[in-house]
């Protein structure tokens, strides 16, 4: 469904954007491929990976999500959007809350209006394990931008239809905490390890990419797709890159929580399985997407609770996977 369609990714030199653009390239062949952030040179460095002579599909277009006007220039004659676009360093949000507000959340109202009077004709949100039950600015502004993309698909009035992706942590993106670890390790030492209880969901860039893509074959309006993903134990994330180096816990940053969620006994009483997905319905209007089974009474998914485990062994093997030297 994307071949010959324009495709427009807001934050899309991220670590995200990158790998979108690169499956879409490899898969598809969309008439255009608009890759929209606000760095100048991260567009310059990715144009040396995905050159517009080689992929004459490409666009590169500079601009900030809190500004509508350019989005307005962006989005003109764009079939689909992906909505990547974030401030998403909890404690850059905790010391700087009004960036990451006008961000996250004045920023996402932007790509709505936009959208909707453009005539878009599927929008498709990033979320994150940190809107459930948010402890920290960031998570507090994604479940704003959630909501606002929900309630989008009412209050526009208008043919543009919004979804939403939540997943947890992307093994390989900018935030990650294996290339720190990798590099205590060559440094002999030790690790320092927020909590050794400290759990949490565990997903590929690819993967991350190939639920968005096909989050839009599924969409209705207003629904939140949610993957099914194993959890992993931080302790274990350090054995398996440096197995037996010492470990230093050095206790839970402000706003960070010991497990992450993804849906809530509250939230699951409207939510269905529809096997490799969760998806959370709209509680205010008519919801139109995949059907599925309910969940048990109590039901909820959480990185501590969750049945399926990443060991050692396993996560040592993805990692290598994924291009990661491990011992």
């Not at 878009?120 to 998570?139: I, M």
């Not at 959630?146 to 093994?171: H, P, Q, W």
């Not at 030492?189 to 990419?209: C, K, N, S, Y």
Request: aromatic fraction near 10%.
């Amino acid at each position: 469904m994307f071949s010959g369609k324009n495709i427009l990714i807001t934050g899309g030199t991220g670590s995200f954007g990158k790998k979108c653009v690169e499956l879409l390239l490899q898969n598809y062949k969309p008439q255009r491929l608009v890759v929209f952030s606000r760095d100048e040179l991260k567009q310059f460095e990715m144009q040396h990976l995905f050159s517009p002579k080689q992929y004459t599909c490409m666009r590169y277009f500079l601009g900030d999500v809190r500004d509508r006007e350019r989005l307005y220039r962006a989005f003109r004659n764009v079939d689909y959007v992906i909505h990547a676009a974030a401030l998403k360093q909890v404690p850059a949000a905790e010391y700087n809350p009004t960036e990451c507000i006008r961000t996250n959340i004045s920023g996402a109202e932007n790509v709505i209006n936009v959208a909707a009077d453009c005539g878009v004709s599927k929008v498709v949100a990033l979320s994150t394990d940190k809107a459930v039950s948010p402890v920290n600015l960031y998570g507090a502004t994604k479940l704003c931008a959630d909501k606002l993309f929900i309630a989008a698909n009412a209050f526009t009035a208008c043919e543009t239809v919004f979804s939403v992706v939540r997943y947890g942590n992307v093994m390989g993106s900018r935030g990650s905490v294996i290339p720190y670890f990798i590099q205590k390790r060559e440094e002999g030492g030790p690790l320092p390890i927020t909590d050794h209880r400290m759990t949490r969901f565990w997903i590929t860039l690819e993967q991350a990419v190939h639920m968005v893509l096909r989050a839009f074959t599924l969409v209705g309006g207003g629904e939140i797709f949610i993957p099914k993903i194993p959890s992993m134990k931080i302790i274990d994330l350090a054995n398996a890159i440096a197995p037996g180096m010492k470990t230093v816990e050095v206790g839970i940053r402000p706003g960070e929580k010991l497990h992450e969620t993804m849906i809530t006994q509250d939230d699951s009483r409207h939510t269905i399985d529809i096997g490799d997905y969760y998806v959370i319905k709209p509680e205010t209007y008519n919801y139109k997407g995949p059907e599925g089974s309910s969940l048990p009474e109590g039901f909820s998914y959480s990185s501590n609770t969750n049945d399926e485990w990443m060991s050692v062994s396993h996560l040592q093997k993805a990692l290598r996977e994924q291009g990661y030297s491990m011992p």
